[in-house]
T-cell receptor, first 116, second 115 residues
Framework: AQKVTQAQTEISVVEKEDVTLDCVYE???????LFWYKQPPSGELVFLIR??????QNEISGRYSWNFQKSTSSFNFTITASQVVDSAVYFC?????????????FGTGTKLQVIP | EAQVTQNPRYLITVTGKKLTVTCSQN?????MSWYRQDPGLGLRQIYY???????DKGDVPEGYKVSRKEKRNFPLILESPSPNQTSLYFC??????????????FGEGSRLTVL
């Protein structure tokens, strides 16, 4: 079974629209970490946020916000008033204990296209 | 500047010709890892290292080797590359291997084509 599911393969929105990227994870650990990374067209991977399993507070950073819900095992990412520069592939990732170390498993990514 | 450096960034080679992709980090991180990125599959872990001389297989280790003789370096070796190893490769490092874990720092990626 996939540990991190990003069901949305590709999303297109018109600039200034809000968009939510879904992430559902699966783990038996009580202590784990969730991440979002951005991969712009230039190809590098940019860290956006880390959240540990004990902190369910939602977080807002400028136009970005994250909604962590343990009850539904989801860690969704919302971009408000999207801009062309938000066009990228976004990866959700789960870090959990695996044989004594924290293994990071990535979802398959969601490609976001923001149309001007 | 804290960074992970991979070389080469781009490489076209032929089946069977051994190659090495180097990875170096300047953050004194204990943990290092290699991932490959393929369309529709996301990033999959090839090998990882928890510290010097400690390496282990990830999810897709076949056809790859690694070594960790120094803390800062973690080269990826393809002894006999095949076309199915055509991919985008990322090296990553992280402070600590277990317990409280920070984010992964990634290199810029190495695009490998095997003809």
């Amino acid at each position: 079974a996939q540990k991190v599911t990003q069901a949305q393969t590709e999303i297109s929105v018109v600039e200034k629209e809000d968009v939510t990227l879904d992430c559902v994870y699966e783990t038996r650990d009580t202590t784990y970490y969730l991440f979002w990374y951005k991969q712009p067209p230039s190809g590098e991977l940019v860290f956006l946020i880390r959240r540990n399993s004990f902190d369910e507070q939602n977080e807002i950073s400028g136009r970005y916000s994250w909604n962590f819900q343990k009850s539904t095992s989801s860690f969704n990412f919302t971009i408000t008033a999207s801009q062309v520069v938000d066009s990228a592939v976004y990866f959700c990732a789960l870090s959990e204990n695996s044989g004594g170390y924290q293994k990071v498993t990535f979802g398959t990514g969601t490609k976001l296209q923001v149309i001007p | 500047e804290a960074q992970v450096t991979q070389n080469p960034r781009y490489l076209i080679t032929v089946t069977g010709k051994k190659l090495t992709v180097t990875c170096s980090q300047n953050m004194n991180h204990e943990y290092m890892s290699w991932y490959r990125q393929d369309p529709g599959l996301g990033l999959r872990q090839i090998y990882y290292s928890m510290n010097v001389e400690v390496t282990d297989k990830g999810d897709v280790p076949e056809g790859y080797k690694v070594s960790r003789k120094e803390k800062r370096n973690f080269p990826l070796i393809l002894e006999s590359p095949s076309p199915n190893q055509t991919s985008l490769y990322f090296c990553a490092s992280r402070r600590g291997a277990g317990g409280r874990t920070g984010e992964l720092f990634f290199g810029e990626g190495s695009r490998l084509t095997v003809l």
